[in-house]
């Protein structure tokens, strides 16, 4: 059953965004069409609600976008006023970690977040889907960290997961020149886990959730904490952290577990 999930602070008519629950799957629509789902404080607020309140039981997150973009990134019109004012406040730091955590819960641990993107992801709208651990992209997908343009940084987590992906030389291209990255590339260099005609996206993304839920949560649980930490461990340390999330899972599945 498909439930709709509201809260006070993740309001269904905000006409920012769009939060349904079904089953152990929530959809994350950003429903801005009219402006290429672009981005405001307002939607952040609502992202950084919805995760929080997130029920315990929901093992996949997917992300999508109404129209014919993924989102144009951050609405500069409806942010101006706030921009001047965020250098000089001070909380100013804070207001910007508020709104990382719009991002942040979409690398929880516990979650498979899947981003199904089309049209444009620019900037914020790059960087959400950088959020999630998988991008099911349509042919005409145009990725671009566009912030350089506005004489800016990204700076809602994005910069690490792209290095992670496209590696250092490549991230730093990207982010300094703002270039536009489509579809064949974002295959080849791994933005894009697969591409599919546009036609196709949600039934693709929906495919993908489908196939994660079919494994053991608490096996996928291990394995994405495995493959998260391993860039930082040597050789050694991870294959101890493998030994223990191997007995972990051997102790569960024996009954012998927590």
């Given at each position: ?20 629950l079904?089953?152990?799957v ?12 672009a981005?405001?404080p ?36 409806a ?155 040597t050789?050694?340390e ?21």
């Amino acid at each position: 059953m498909n439930t709709e999930l509201s809260s006070a602070s993740a309001d269904p008519d905000s006409g920012e965004a769009r939060f349904d629950l079904d089953g152990p799957v929530a959809t994350v629509t950003l429903c801005r069409p009219q402006v290429l789902n672009a981005q405001t404080p307002k939607l952040w607020a609502d992202l950084r609600d919805f995760g929080r309140n997130l029920p315990g039981d929901v093992r996949v997150v997917v992300v999508r976008g109404e129209g014919r973009a993924f989102s144009a990134g951050l609405d500069t019109k409806a942010a101006a006023a706030n921009l001047g004012a965020l250098a000089t406040a001070p909380d100013g730091d804070a207001q910007i970690a508020s709104f990382q955590e719009a991002f942040a819960w979409l690398r929880r641990p516990s979650l498979i977040s899947i981003a199904a993107v089309q049209g444009h992801a620019i900037g914020a709208g790059f960087q959400i889907a950088l959020a999630c651990d998988f991008r099911v992209a349509a042919e005409d997908v145009s990725f671009s960290m566009a912030e350089i343009k506005l004489g800016l940084v990204p700076d809602l987590g994005g910069t690490k997961r792209l290095v992670e992906l496209v590696g250092y030389a490549k991230a730093l291209e990207l982010c300094v020149t703002g270039r536009r990255v489509l579809a064949a590339e974002a295959a080849q260099i791994g933005l894009a886990n697969v591409v599919v005609p546009r036609a196709e996206l949600d039934d693709a993304a929906k495919d993908l959730a489908a196939a994660v839920l079919e494994g053991s949560r608490d096996a996928v649980i291990e394995i994405k904490a495995l493959l998260a930490a391993a860039a930082g461990r040597t050789f050694a340390e991870q294959e101890a952290a493998e030994r223990a999330a191997q007995l972990r899972r051997i102790a569960d599945l024996s009954g012998l577990g927590d």
